[in-house]
Antibody, heavy 119, light 110 residues
């Protein structure tokens, strides 16, 4: 059974930085596209970024472009989201999700990790 | 404001059929298939319908999807109490080179 486990969330001050991790198991991670999707408290879903299977191809939402960087280590079955210049509006649960190709559906989601940006 | 528009809430009684609409534009639904996700409180979303109407193996055929033009819809027949959840539509958007979602529709089973 596909398993995705996020970690690294927490409380951070505005302007601060944080690194989220997503550890994958029970599927071929190196053959999968991966995305980060976030959900503000009581809110809807917002796609943040995706990364291709080799790690060479990434795309991100305008709201995080220039501040967030997505990367992966296929040897460690791990996905990362480096977040800098954090703002209050970045407060959300961050999910990692697996998909076959860039515009394929999100077949599996992690449980999420909460990021709170507050002074 | 979400790129895709869904009604905030719908409701129905057990056994009834309900539909949830999802409206977009030519850069997303007009040119790409729609997926639907179901989310229970304090849990991650799960894939419910993909490529407009296809169902993952464990999803019952009470759930169906369709797409026409720049809109899509999710239909749930034979409503059950376990269907009470929030439903999100999502589609690839060529103008953002990424995904867009609807704001979610909360289904209440009366």
């Amino acid at each position: 059974q596909v398993q995705l486990v996020e970690s690294g969330g927490g409380l951070v001050r505005p302007g601060g930085s944080l690194r989220l991790s997503c550890t994958a198991s029970h599927f071929s991670f190196s053959d999968s596209y991966m995305s980060w999707i976030r959900q503000a408290p009581g809110g809807g879903l917002e796609w943040v970024s995706f990364i291709g299977s080799s790690g060479l191809y990434t795309s991100s939402a305008d709201s995080v472009k220039g501040r967030f960087t997505t990367s992966r280590d296929n040897a460690k079955n791990s996905l990362y989201l480096d977040m800098t210049s954090l703002r209050a509006e970045d407060t959300a649960v961050y999910y990692c999700a697996r998909h076959e190709l860039e515009n394929d559906p999100f077949e599996a989601w992690g449980q999420g990790t909460m990021v709170t940006v507050s002074s | 404001q979400s790129a895709l528009t869904q009604p905030p809430s719908v409701s129905g009684t057990p056994g009834q059929r309900v539909t949830i609409s999802c409206s977009g534009s030519s850069s997303n639904i007009g040119d790409n298939p729609v997926n639907w996700y179901k989310q229970l409180p304090r849990t991650p979303p799960t894939l419910l319908i993909y490529t407009d109407y296809r169902r993952p193996s464990l999803v019952p055929d009470r759930f169906s999807g369709s797409r026409s033009g720049t809109s899509a819809s999710l239909a749930i027949s034979g409503l059950e109490s376990d269907d009470e959840a929030t439903y999100f539509c999502g589609a690839w958007d060529v103008s953002v080179n990424g995904w867009v979602f609807g704001g979610g529709t909360r289904l209440t089973v009366l």
